[in-house]
């Protein structure tokens, strides 16, 4: 199978069921994004590959895991409305988001201050991350009610969690933080 289709070459691209849109519809804005964060993330992750650290092997399945629902919450946005979704988000992939939030803020120091993005690599790659994660959620919510709500509600705890993993990260491998001087 050849990679180039030369069907976009008029500015369309399908979605999944073939129906063909826009390459700036709201649809492949969203689904396009969430890819853009998924890669950022497979960035920091690749940092990670570099150093160790204890519970390096934890964070990589997590990471793995979670690279796997943002590739399934993308499948839920580049499907049309009324049609059926191969893969879906589900409770526990949220739950998964928030057990990790907590077991990892607990090992943080309180925040007393805005923290910069920095400190490692890794760090900083999920940091952007965690922005681009951001704006695929202003995608999803664009596109309205033919949008699953745990597809938001993800979007949503993923930032979350790429914030706290960005200093967890950065904790373990012995870096401090950037903080904003006031």
């Known amino acids: ?24 519809d709201l649809r492949v804005e969203a689904y396009g994004t969430c890819d853009e964060a ?37 499948a839920e946005l580049a499907t049309p409305a009324g049609k059926e979704v191969k893969w879906k988000v589900s409770e526990e992939d949220i739950t998964l988001l928030e057990q ?3 077991k990892w803020d607990e090992k943080l120091p309180a925040l007393t201050n805005f923290v910069l993005p920095g400190g490692s690599q890794a760090g900083s790659a999920l ?13 999803a919510v664009a596109i309205g009610e033919d949008v699953n709500p745990l597809v938001n509600s993800y979007l949503n705890r993923l930032s979350d969690f790429l914030f706290v993993a ?15 001087h006031q």
Do not use: C, W
Request: charged share 25%; net charge positive.
């Open 1 to 24: 199978m050849k990679i180039y289709t030369k069907t976009g070459d008029k500015g369309t691209t399908s979605l999944v069921y073939g129906q063909r849109v826009s390459k700036n």
């Open 38 to 74: 998924n890669s950022m993330i497979g960035l920091a992750v690749s940092h990670l590959h570099m150093v160790s650290f204890e519970g390096k092997v934890e964070v990589g399945d997590i990471f793995k895991k979670i690279q796997t629902t943002l590739f399934h919450v993308g």
């Open 100 to 102: 990790t939030i907590d």
């Open 127 to 139: 940091h952007v991350a965690r922005t681009i994660v951001r704006r695929a959620e202003r995608r």
């Open 166 to 180: 960005a200093r967890y990260v950065n904790l373990q491998l012995g870096l401090s933080e950037p903080t904003l």
